[in-house]
């Protein structure tokens, strides 16, 4: 499967250790506040030094890590979900039922992604719970509308004909034949989208619309410390350093993923 | 032509209604009433019942919501979208002026993204799994992974602090563009070049590229007459929506460098629950947006002669 | 006993799926045609591509139900049955695609695509089992390709693969469109020699669709030549070859190219046109603008399907 | 198609590359700065164009005059020359001067004074909070000016409404309809030093002498203000030279520069102005939603648990901490005061808290998050507080929840600043502590009725020696009850780079009249 | 040097190199081709033969390696320079692919592509090169009004029109076809057939054509080349061969051609990977003997043909 794809489950394992066994890496409380040593450096104390409030940043980045990935994961598997059932019911019910869901996911896509999450974060409030909603109201109609075509291109296969004439009535085909065909794709897609709405989140976070203090999250700490962009340069570039690994992680699996399913661009990437 | 114009023209119009009921509606999703969010920024104490009273008579709160929907529309349709409430000027005015801003910076740096990525990435897939190409990805790859707002303060850090060369801020002076510009730019053009090699890639790889080889022409003629021309249909299609994205798609960028841009000034209206605001700009973004895509399929129709008119329904991009 | 399956006055129209408030086109793929298939008989329907004969084979079978008209299994039509009926004749009726490939879902192996016929049809397991070695054994298929995916497998053994899954319910009837078409000779042959034996074995009726005139003329016992969704002549294979009447017919058997005998002299036979656009049919008879006796009648009025000479012959002609 | 094909893609060419020259190219002059332009970069815009309310502070500072000032405590004429209280205390009546002229060559006279306190009352800006107090306005002559108040007035802290930047006075030119007061403002004219030559909403506003003015001329020959509403954009915007000053904006608690790069700046070579003023960051209580604050024991535990040090060490020491007791050195009367007050003591606190039996206690705070330095006091706190035993809930939201989330009871503490420069510490105090006051939410200090009685005598007596003696019992009874937990005392400050000499503060705010530049 | 020859191929050898390991498509095949021939190579598909065809005009890709000699007009193209080989590529050898529609530039009108080979080889105005293109497209039996359509505005056998005017653009010597009328409908293939007939005729050019179709070989061929794993089984003029193949394969495929419904080759075609120690053919052929299994078979040469088979006698 070539060198890029293990590279990228090394990279999403080591992610996972952060993410789900973030309390066991991290060596300090992460809002242990410690004035006496605030603004440090790298030290053998504190690895990467330490905040505005003497806090260790490698410990909140740790849970920061955590925050930005689930707050992903939660966003992508539930629009899926929701997008799933909104393009499978439009396709296969067909007819006036699919032209007024389509009309629906039309008018959800006819938005600019981004300037409709921060319409409906900014009027609900800006909190995690929030930014995962506003998320999954602008991103759910990407996978029904996915869901959808795929489901139209199976039903459409020979295959589905050819079980129709061994006898297999619509429920078999569905569940047999069409919905597995859908999933392929559908969980592809939406693992692109992981590295895609970690972004988003950051972004929102960055300007104010996402988490809040004191949770600690990476967007956030990275706006917080434009205060200490010529003191404490540490501050900006560890978190962003961060983002940008959780990020290419995902992006070089699934870099390593397409090349693999499309063989005329089979060609590994040397690093 | 101007049938399908006409045609698509035709089936947005339920979409722009139920678009601009979604817009309207938005505010609704609050959980304090206009009356009281606005009044509360207004006096610094609890409104009064009676200035809540006044302030629903005077924007028409009072109404039921589908009147209150439909005079709005019908305002909106001349191009009055009512006023900010946190500083009483035009929301027209406000978007036109703000748009104008991050049109400037986007565009800019989307003609920078295509200088940097198309040499690039034609180059890299002409000589596909040569070092250059291999670089050029790895590149491409670490490139994307980086959040334009970071991008953007590190050079801030670079050329701002350290090097003290360029404005970090502002919309003043010719300078004050140039940061903004590469940090937006640079991180569009990381995933431009990987667009164009594939697309370009992908071509090279069709028979006719073969043919055009078997004919006699030069390697150069075949890369600008054929491959070229065919992979620019799938990049202006790219490069086309990513312009439409300009609305609210630099936000975090705006705000880093306090650009007066869209999403910028959305942003700010959102925080302060500025309702006419929030509703104007989702409206008119909307709007932009519908259509914008509906010239990026035009175009790409007078680029790829494939496409049948007739036969094509509506299709949106999201 | 009336015959396995009787087609009357097939039609099938399509709209054009795209949504559009100002044209709505209409295509008929299929054009009033009316067939008949025996036991133990093999009927063969030939034309260029795009004249609808695939279509008419989707509807002999069932899988698609005809806009206008009438398919009748052993006497019951078919398509006024219910669900739970119809789901019991299916596995009578069995359809052999042209590219196998895509009929065998991607996802599936082999054993669980030889599986899957009885599995839909409830069959226990121990006869099942014995039902796919038997299988295995005829169209002659290793076991070791068990457990592998289709695109693991050669084209010949796809196609083999998608017989044994036609064949495994026994069926009485089976449509065969272009089952050998972009295989290779020798390959094409283990098909067609499969087929045959199918017919002879079990005594079931047959439906050849293709383009190669060369194989239908060898499979078949009749033919009809279809152009542009209707049949333009119809009757014994022998005949039709030996003694084509119909223009049409006679432009496709001399364009068939042979192996045996002299080559060709240059424009000795004369073929020429492109085949039709199912979107733009001509007016009258559907051949006229590639036809070179044509006269005024043609290009306005549509012949019918008449009986020529004794021996079953049907021909849409106005100029014989 | 080609030939077609090829004039679209030329003209999109074209087009792109319009649009980047235009981005290139666009706004205005930049230029060196002279010795005679400064740059100042500022919080807010400007608002010079207002449909209602009235401009920024900052242009009634720079380019404004009221009818009175409040120096020292002191009310003093400015274009007032005098005034009287008269009708048993209902009516004020002022003398103007004569012989001003507006920035735009109009005379002043009482009528042009009026219109802006007509237009305060039409348009109900609260900017004032007394407005709507005043029954009717008279203008008996050119030169008189006349309020009657409806039940009677609120005594010297009315008076000293009349020098809030709200009722700063502008020429009848100002209005969209000249002479009336309720259109929008279009063409600011008023009566100070500078008047506003250029303004561009959201991006500068340029300041030039008033050539009308009758003072002493200002020094330098422009002044444009930037307007940069990131607090770190502002701070880069020194340090990379594009601005040469800041001014700080901390009245309604934002845009100001962030206390914790105050020293960076100092560090590189940056001029930190500081002028103290009387105001106190406090912790409020909300005591009216929650019956635990009602217990004295619980309000000093809070106060106990609290080191002041620190978070005056999380600003680097620029901002003084409370420890003394909830008034600052610079708050009016102070320096006769003895009042002892809550020392930091955490197991005090603890054995406090344990005595109120509420172990375990986890208060909710409500944190702007609008405020960066807010944010990280809060964080600060919240570690403090839990040494003490107490887990403070931080619940950190934008300015606009923030306001409206204080109005429900699902919240326990909240930081905010009470005084300001010295004619709005009558009015803040009077508004913070008694619940009679339009003002006063439903989120104010803990108050009692000694704590009414006194802030009333503090702030409304003509007199001097009463007012002083108001101020002693109204700070004793705050600390008595421990009304809240008093954090640090504010102030304000310009940053300003080498060479920019002569910024003065005239009470809280900063002038410029005299400042020169050299490079 | 026979002047007769205009191309002459000796012991080519194609190898593809492969992360899996190296593929031979083509052993040591020998041979030649006159003006105003046409040689056809028929074989079963991955036989190597497209191959074969792809390499004389080095349009293969990057990892095949070519060994061997290829002259033409007595110029051993194999190995010249690029810049030479680019002189005689387009306007010498021209070739012709299946699946026509994919083969011509889907953007670019046809009278443009056809006009732009010809400016490519030769300098001439726009003007001069669409007159030829004009030319081109009624020599092809297409209306000049279709200079400006768009390739999908044709259908299947316009488009294979257009890439034979394409090909005809610059007069070339050789015409190499590959399976020129599969996918096409059997009318349609008549008609084209008939047409590159016509034009070997008229310009007397030699045509290489590949197919898998025994029934297009009778149709066109003079002579006839069998290919089978890579390695050219029998060469012989078609009139002997369709009397009598001498090799077992194409006596075979013969068969099966000429009655599928009642013969069959058993087993089924190799796959290149693997290496053969002996005979390719030797696991499906009934004459093999021993020798076969070991022993790679070389060309016999009796008088015209050629056979690569152990068991054939040379008279």
């Known amino acids: 499967m070539g060198k890029n794809f293990k590279i990228g489950v090394i990279m999403i394992l080591f992610l996972a250790i952060i993410v789900f066994a973030g309390p066991l890496i991290a060596p300090y409380d992460p809002n242990d506040v410690n004035m006496s040593i605030r603004l440090q450096g790298v030290t053998s104390a504190h690895i990467m030094g330490t905040d505005q409030l003497g806090r260790d940043l490698f410990s909140r980045l740790v849970y920061a890590t955590g925050t930005s990935v689930k707050i992903s994961l939660v966003v992508v598997i539930v629009s899926m979900v929701i997008g799933f059932v909104f393009g499978s019911t439009a396709a296969f019910l067909g007819g006036a039922v699919d032209e007024f869901l389509m009309r629906i996911i039309d008018v959800f896509m006819a938005f600019p992604t981004k300037i409709f999450t921060i319409a409906i974060a900014g009027i609900l409030g800006a909190s995690a719970f929030n930014i995962t909603l506003a998320l999954i109201i602008t991103s759910w109609a990407v996978y029904a509308r996915m869901v959808r075509g795929c489901v139209l291109t199976a039903k ?45 989140i950051v972004g929102l976070s960055f300007i104010g619309l996402g988490v809040q203090p004191p949770t600690p999250e990476l967007g956030a700490m990275i706006s917080e410390s434009k205060n200490f962009m010529s003191t404490a340069p540490h501050l900006f570039i560890f978190p962003g350093l961060l983002i940008s690994y959780v990020v290419f992680s995902f992006n070089i699996l699934d870099d390593s993923l397409r090349d693999y399913w499309d063989p005329r661009i089979k060609s590994e990437l040397a690093l | 032509m101007i049938r399908y114009i006409f045609r698509r023209l035709l089936y947005l119009i339920p979409v722009l209604i139920l678009t601009s009921f979604l817009a309207y509606m938005l505010v609704y999703l609050s959980p304090s009433s206009p009356a009281q969010i606005i009044l509360q920024s207004r006096y610094s104490g609890d409104p009064t019942q009676e200035q809540i009273n006044d302030f629903n008579q005077e924007y028409g709160f009072d109404q039921p919501i589908l009147i209150q929907y439909a005079s709005w529309l019908k305002n909106a349709v001349r191009g009055d979208l009512g006023k900010s409430l946190s500083d009483g000027s035009e929301v027209l005015d406000d978007f036109i002026y703000s748009f104008k801003a991050s049109a400037e910076l986007y565009f800019s740096s989307q003609l920078l993204a295509l200088i940097i990525a198309l040499p690039i990435g034609v180059y890299s897939a002409f000589k596909a799994n040569s070092i250059f190409d291999r670089i050029s990805r790895a590149y491409s790859l670490v490139g994307m992974s980086i959040p334009d707002f970071w991008l953007g303060m590190l050079l801030v850090y670079v050329f701002s602090i350290v090097l003290n060369l360029l404005p970090s801020f502002g919309y003043t002076s010719p300078q004050n563009i140039i940061l903004p510009m590469l940090a937006l730019g640079l991180s569009s ?71 007066p841009g869209l999403g910028n000034f959305f942003a700010k209206a959102a925080g302060n629950q500025d309702i006419p605001v929030i509703q104007g700009f989702v409206l008119l973004s909307a709007v932009f947006f519908i259509f914008a895509n509906l010239i990026i399929d035009i175009i790409c129709k007078q680029l790829d002669p494939r496409i049948d008119y007739q036969n094509e329904g509506g299709k949106n991009n999201g | 006993m009336s015959c396995l399956i009787e087609a009357v006055n097939l039609t099938k129209v ?75 004749l299916r596995p009578r009726l069995q359809p052999i695609f042209q590219d196998a490939d895509s009929t065998l879902n991607p996802k599936f192996t082999v054993k669980k695509l030889l599986e899957e016929p009885f599995v839909i049809n409830k069959i226990p397991k121990d006869e099942a089992n014995q039902r796919i070695d038997e299988l295995l054994n005829y169209v002659n298929l290793g076991k070791e390709f068990y457990n592998r995916y289709p695109h693991e497998i050669s084209g010949g053994q796809r196609q083999r693969l998608g017989l044994a899954r036609a064949l495994s319910l026994k069926p009485d009837f089976i449509v065969a469109d272009e089952p050998a078409a972009s295989l290779d000779s020798s390959v094409q042959a283990q098909i067609l020699q499969l087929l045959n034996q199918m017919k002879s074995n079990n005594g079931l009726g047959l439906v050849y669709v293709s383009h190669n005139l060369r194989i239908v003329s060898m499979m078949t016992q009749r033919v009809n030549v279809m152009y542009l969704g209707s049949f333009v002549e119809t009757g014994d294979t022998k005949d039709v070859f030996e003694n084509p009447i119909h223009p049409y017919t006679k432009m496709l058997i001399g364009s068939v190219l042979t192996i045996d005998g002299e080559k060709r002299k240059l424009g000795t036979k004369k073929v020429f046109g492109e085949p039709p656009d199912p979107k733009n049919r001509a007016t009258g008879c559907a051949f006229h603008p590639r036809c070179d006796q044509c006269t005024q009648i043609c290009k306005e009025e549509r012949p019918e399907l008449k009986k020529v000479g004794e021996k079953n012959r049907f021909v849409a002609c106005h100029n014989i | 198609m080609n030939s077609k094909l090829k004039k679209l893609l030329c003209f999109g060419m074209a087009a792109l590359m319009l649009v980047g020259s235009v981005g290139c190219s666009n706004v205005g002059a930049s230029g060196k700065t002279n010795q005679t332009e400064l740059k100042v970069a500022y919080g807010k815009d400007t608002n010079v164009i207002s449909e209602k309310g009235n401009p920024d502070m900052l242009v009634a500072i720079f380019a404004g005059e009221r009818l009175v000032e409040v120096v020292n405590g002191e009310v003093v004429p400015s274009i007032a020359e005098s005034w009287e209280v008269k009708n048993d205390g209902s009516c004020i009546s002022f003398k103007i001067k004569k012989g001003l002229k507006f920035s735009d060559g109009t005379d002043l006279t009482a009528k042009e004074v009026r219109l802006i306190f007509d237009r305060n009352i039409a348009l109900k800006s609260f900017q004032w909070t007394e407005m709507d107090r005043v029954e009717k306005i008279e203008v008996p002559d050119d030169y008189t000016i006349n309020f009657y108040y409806k039940d009677g007035m609120d005594g010297y802290i009315a008076l000293a409404g009349f020098a809030e930047y709200g009722n700063t006075i502008i020429g009848s030119n100002s209005f969209q309809t000249p002479g009336d007061p309720t259109t929008p403002i279009v063409k600011y004219t008023s009566l100070g030093a500078w008047k506003i030559s250029e303004y561009v909403k959201d991006q500068y506003t340029t300041f030039v002498p008033n050539e009308n003015y009758k003072g002493d001329a200002v020094k330098l020959e422009k002044i444009t203000v930037n307007t940069i509403t990131d607090d770190e954009a502002r701070v880069l915007a020194i340090q990379s030279g594009d601005v040469d000053v800041i001014v700080d904006y901390y009245h309604g608690g934002s845009a100001y520069t962030p206390r914790n790069l105050l020293s960076t700046l100092k560090e590189g070579g940056v001029q930190v102005l500081k002028q103290e003023m009387p105001m106190t960051t406090v912790l409020a209580f909300n005591y009216t939603n929650n019956d635990n604050w009602k217990n ?92 003490s035993g107490i887990n403070l809930q931080l619940e950190v939201m934008d300015a606009t929840k923030y306001a409206d989330a204080k109005k429900g009871a699902d919240w326990d503490v909240t930081s905010y600043y009470i005084g300001g420069p010295e004619r709005r510490i009558y009015s803040r105090n009077e508004g913070r502590f008694d619940p009679s006051t339009p003002e006063f939410g439903a989120s104010g200090c803990y108050t009692s009725e000694t704590i009414v009685s006194a802030v009333q005598k503090a702030v409304d007596p003509f007199d001097v020696n009463e007012r002083k003696a108001g101020f002693k019992e109204f700070y004793a009874a705050i600390d008595a009850e421990a009304a809240c937990v008093p954090l640090y005392y504010n102030a304000v400050f310009v940053v300003a780079k080498d060479g920019v000499e002569g910024i003065k503060f005239i009470g809280t705010e900063p002038t410029f009249d005299n400042v020169t530049y050299k490079k | ?118 400016r490519a080889n030769f300098k001439c105005s726009k003007k001069e090169a669409k007159e030829q293109a004009l030319k081109k497209l009624k020599e092809v039996k297409l209306p000049i009004n279709r200079y400006n359509s768009y390739p999908h505005e044709l259908s299947g056998g316009m488009q294979q029109r257009v890439m034979i005017a394409i090909a005809l653009a610059c007069n070339p010597q050789l015409l190499i076809a590959d399976e020129p009328t599969t996918s096409l409908d059997v009318t349609v293939q008549y008609q084209i057939l008939e047409l590159l007939q016509e034009i070997k005729e008229k310009y007397n050019m030699a045509i290489l054509m590949i197919t898998h179709d025994m029934a297009v070989v009778h149709d066109m061929a003079d002579t006839i080349g069998v290919m089978y794993a890579g390695n050219m089984m029998e060469i012989a003029a078609r009139d002997a061969f369709f009397q009598q193949p001498l090799h077992p394969y194409a006596q075979e495929l013969l068969n099966v051609v000429k009655d599928p419904c009642n013969y069959t080759i058993p087993g089924t075609v190799p796959n290149l990977m693997e290496s053969f120690l002996g005979c390719p053919f030797e696991p499906r052929c009934n004459k093999s003997t021993e020798i076969c299994k070991t022993k790679k078979p070389e060309d016999i040469v009796m008088g015209k043909r050629i056979v690569r088979c152990l068991n054939v006698v040379p008279n």
């Open chain 1, 156 to 200: 459409e296969m020979p295959f589905i004909d050819a079980a129709t004439a061994l006898g297999a009535n619509r429920f078999y085909t569905i569940i047999k034949h069409v919905l597995p065909s859908v999933f392929q794709p559908l969980s592809t897609f939406a693992f692109q989208r992981i590295a895609h709405t970690m972004m988003a």
């Open chain 2, 189 to 259: 053009s990381f995933s431009l070049i990987r667009l164009v090699r594939t697309s370009v890639l992908e071509v090279l790889h069709l028979n006719y590229i073969r043919t055009a080889r078997s004919k006699g022409l030069s390697e150069g003629q075949i890369m600008m007459k054929h491959a070229l021309r065919n992979a620019l249909i799938p990049i202006v299609t790219v490069v086309g929506i990513h312009l439409t994205h300009f609305i609210g798609g630099a936000v975090a960028v705006e705000t880093m460098f306090a650009w």
């Open chain 5, 1 to 118: 040097m026979n002047k007769e020859k205009l191309l002459e191929v000796e012991k080519l050898n194609i190898k593809f190199l492969t992360s899996i390991g190296d593929v031979n498509v083509s052993e040591n095949i020998n041979f030649h081709l006159k003006r105003g021939e046409i040689f056809c190579i028929v074989g079963e598909s991955g036989c190597g033969k497209s191959v074969v065809a792809l390499s004389l005009t080095r349009l293969l890709p990057e990892n095949a390696m070519i060994n061997g000699s290829i002259k033409f007009e007595g110029v051993d193209i194999a190995n010249l320079e690029d810049k030479e080989f680019a002189k005689i590529r387009g306007r010498k050898i021209a070739t012709i692919f299946e699946q026509p529609m994919s083969c011509i530039n889907p953007v670019m009108r046809i009278g443009n592509q056809i006009a732009e080979t010809y």
């Open chain 3, 14 to 88: 399509f709209k054009d799926k795209h949504f559009s408030v100002f044209n709505k086109k209409e295509i008929t793929a299929v054009d009033n045609v009316s067939l008949t298939v025996n036991s133990s008989e093999s009927v063969g329907i030939v034309g260029e591509s795009g004249c609808g004969k695939s279509m008419l084979g989707k509807m002999l079978v069932g899988l698609t139900l005809p806009t206008k008209g009438s398919v009748c299994y052993n006497g019951r039509e078919i398509s006024k049955l219910t669900f739970n009926e119809m789901k019991k």
């Open chain 4, 296 to 387: 004295i024991k619980l309000r000093q535990v809070m106060n106990y648990a609290i080191n002041k040090d620190e978070i005056a060490g999380l600003f680097d020491g620029w901002i003084t901490p409370a420890n003394d007791a909830y008034f600052s050195d610079c708050s009016p009367f102070t320096t006769s005061l003895g009042v002892q007050s809550y020392k930091y003591d955490p197991e005090k606190a603890k054995q406090l808290l344990a005595e109120c039996g509420l172990t375990g206690f986890s208060p909710k705070m409500l944190v702007n998050s609008d405020n960066t330095d807010e944010v990280k006091m809060a964080e600060l706190l919240k570690s403090m507080l839990l040494e």
